[in-house]
């Protein structure tokens, strides 16, 4: 069993707060043979610069920006190392410092988690955080044997060389330890590619049914095919600064937290530990879960939870003075790269207890309108449409969902998702029945950022001011 000792359960503490004002992004599409990386990252750095409503000219606020973090999760892709120097020369940004970030499908929230700890510490006044991948350059196949090498190859690489046979095994036993109807998984689905549809950013939304999920191909059993997020192509930004800076640059600066955790690659050999109880939690309220996994031969966080979303999400609650997370918080976007992890996650997160995940899916608390009720959900999630509905270009992924955190939080979602000009830069006409996703007068969101099955993860709670 292991036990944690309290230096290991410090609470980070910034020498000075970290404030967010700005984002952009390019769209996202299976293949973007028409662009070069360089060109990709320069579009989300544009729109970053020209259309954040910033209180300085674009040349102006690049002049400010002294230090660089990149996200990108394999070279391999465009067969080009150091891609973070390559793409920093191309935006200009030479002889600033930089670094590069690889945490697997975290990636782009450990860049985040570097880039406001640049400005927390006082090297940086202002940090470019900037994430891409560029995951066309390779057959599926190909991609899925890369991605996938970044599992331990001693145990996991043997289930088979593809991610989601890493996730079937967790969904099927999620699925029997809590007695998970396979539906719950399929509204999901069905939700996060619906509200893709309103994004111009997205590559692959869609209005399905339940049914339709249910009778979709096998990619791993029990996951099927709407399950499962695409290898994607796209880059994203945002702009990090001091809270004297922040208030120069944007009338609607963004303060934000994030903090880290990280677990074993070895799923199904993680060691047993006490249940890490967040601010809403007490100890009795697991009282019975422990005997159902005693019963089943289970044990904490087994195949079940994700430790290292535990742990990120109970220092940034800290950070941030997050006592009961679906009061406190006005929506999130979760790492939904297959339906089974955007379920894990709720329980991990505190949005219901351990065990109770699906309840957050079927009382509609996860809706922007509850279908049940015709009110508001209680926190929505994935109004961008998440990694199943709009993208998973894996260095770019944890930065997008913080970017649409951000604009939530200015109001702007109809800005950036609603002008009929954006969908026609990215060669598509906004729908006839596209509907606004802005959450009225919302005060804090969050985004969780996810590695492999959990072995990095950065939690990033932004809160208006």
């Known amino acids: 069993m292991i036990e944690f000792r309290p230096g290991n359960l410090r609470v980070p503490r910034w020498t000075r707060p970290v404030y967010m004002v700005a984002a952009g992004t390019s769209d996202f599409r299976k293949r973007y043979p028409e662009r070069k990386l360089e060109e990709l990252t320069m579009m989300a750095f544009r729109m970053l610069l020209e259309e954040n409503d910033l209180k300085m000219d674009p040349l102006e606020v690049k002049g400010l920006i ?5 996200g990108e999760f394999a070279d391999h892709f465009q067969d080009q190392l150091l891609c973070e120097a390559k793409v920093h020369d191309y935006l200009g940004l030479d002889l600033l410092p930089n670094v590069g970030i690889k945490t697997g499908g975290a990636t782009g929230g450990s860049a985040l988690l570097m880039g406001a700890t640049t400005v927390a510490s006082g090297m940086a006044d202002c940090a470019l955080v900037l994430g891409w991948e560029r995951m066309d350059e390779v057959k599926t196949w190909t991609g899925n044997y890369y991605i996938a090498s970044a599992a ?14 890493y996730y079937a095994s967790m969904a099927r036993r999620f699925q029997e330890m809590y007695d998970v109807d396979e539906r719950v998984r399929a509204e999901i689905a069905v939700k996060n590619r619906g509200y893709a549809c309103h994004s111009p950013f997205a590559q ?4 399905h049914t339940v049914e339709e999920v249910l009778k979709g191909e096998i990619v791993s059993d029990p996951l099927r095919f709407l399950e499962c997020c695409a290898m994607s192509v796209g880059s994203s930004a945002v702009l990090l600064c001091s809270e004297s800076l922040a208030s120069r640059l ?7 937290y994030a903090a880290g955790g990280s677990h074993t690659l070895r799923t199904g050999d993680r060691r047993p530990m006490r249940i890490l109880l967040l601010p809403n ?26 430790g290292a979303t535990r742990f990120a999400a109970y220092m940034a609650y800290h950070m941030a003075g997050i006592d009961n997370p679906i009061e406190d918080l006005d929506l999130i976007e979760t790492h939904d790269a297959f339906t089974i992890s955007d379920l894990q996650t709720y329980g991990d997160v505190g949005l219901t207890l351990y065990g109770r995940e699906q309840e957050y899916v079927t009382s509609g608390d996860c809706y922007l309108v509850n279908p049940k009720t015709g009110k508001p959900g209680r926190c929505p999630a994935n109004l961008s449409g998440g990694l199943l509905g709009t993208m998973h270009a894996v260095g770019a992924t944890g930065i997008f969902q913080a970017g649409e955190v951000l604009w939530q939080l200015q109001g702007k979602y109809d800005r950036f998702h609603g002008d009929p000009g954006i969908w026609k830069r990215y060669g598509k ?8 996703l802005q959450v009225k007068d919302p005060r804090r969101g969050m985004a969780i950022s996810h590695a492999g099955v959990g072995s990095h993860v950065v939690c990033t709670i932004l809160e208006k001011v």
Request: charged content about 40%.
């Open 66 to 70: 002294n230090f660089a973090c990149y």
């Open 152 to 165: 331990c190859k001693d145990f996991e690489t043997r289930l088979a060389r593809n991610y989601a046979s």
């Open 204 to 207: 692959q939304p869609g209005r």
């Open 250 to 256: 944007s009338d609607h600066p963004v303060r934000l």
């Open 281 to 306: 939690e007490k100890e009795a309220d697991y009282r019975d879960l422990r005997k159902d996994m005693e019963k089943q031969d289970g044990r904490w966080p087994g195949f079940e939870s994700f």
């Open 429 to 436: 006409t906004r729908p006839g029945d596209w509907q606004s």
